[in-house]
């Protein structure tokens, strides 16, 4: 894809062109509100660029309707920032919920699937409780179960280990790296957590302000040169950054 993307007078997205890779797993890493899920979201069709084009597979997808997006958000998995599981249903009946909506299986073919995604996930026995009686890692699990119960050839994650404990945290990782293997998936994983980067990705980008800072492997990038990348590895704070994150001005957005 190469996508810009304003929101009003605000340049989120401005010129950012990535190449993801099949069957891998790409990480795209950057400071809190840079567009990563914003990027996520063009590749689903939620969003459609203000510039540029965005190609899933073969196809282009930003000007397609939805009635045609159907099929294609079918085969990409998405498991959303904040796990956006539904409360008051059950564990089975969330991870149901795509089978009903876009299969014609039976009750308990329905019942063998969601068996099946958590047991990819490393889940038992929880399909009856209810998301709050869960951990937030296992939370995760349970909206990650949801998100390939329909066999996605694509899944993206959008911060899956973002307030998880290390040995979550790690769990998690690990699955990235099961789903990949076994499934033979392309991954799209959105962090700013180092630790996951390094152990998931095959490739990276980096975005700042708006554009790609940077991209290759994970060593390649923590021996990129700009002071900019070592800082963001590094998690050096200064707060010239965060000014420069403020929203745009409108002259800016107008040369697109
Ligand atoms: N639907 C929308 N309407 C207007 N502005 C939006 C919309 N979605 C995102 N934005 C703006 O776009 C910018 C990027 O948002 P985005 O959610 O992609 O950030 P992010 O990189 O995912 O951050 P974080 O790491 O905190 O999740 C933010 O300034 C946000 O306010
Ligand atoms: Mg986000």
Redesign the pocket.
Known sequence: MNVSRS?GP?T?LDGVNINIPRGQTTVIM??????????LKHIVGL?QPTGGEVWVEDQRIDTLRERDLRPIRLQIGFLF?LSALFDSMSVADNIAFPLIEHTNLTESQRRDKIHHALELVDLDGVENKLPAQLSGGQRKRVALARAIVLEPRIILY??PTTGLDPIRSDGIDQLVNKLRRELGVTSVV?T?DMNSARKVAEHCFLLLNGKVAAQGTFEQLQQNPDFRVQQFLQGVYRRDDIEAER?SSPGQAASL
């Open positions: 929101f605000q989120v950057g400071p809190s509100g840079c567009g990563k899920s914003v990027m969003l920032q959008d911060e959105v700013h929203p």
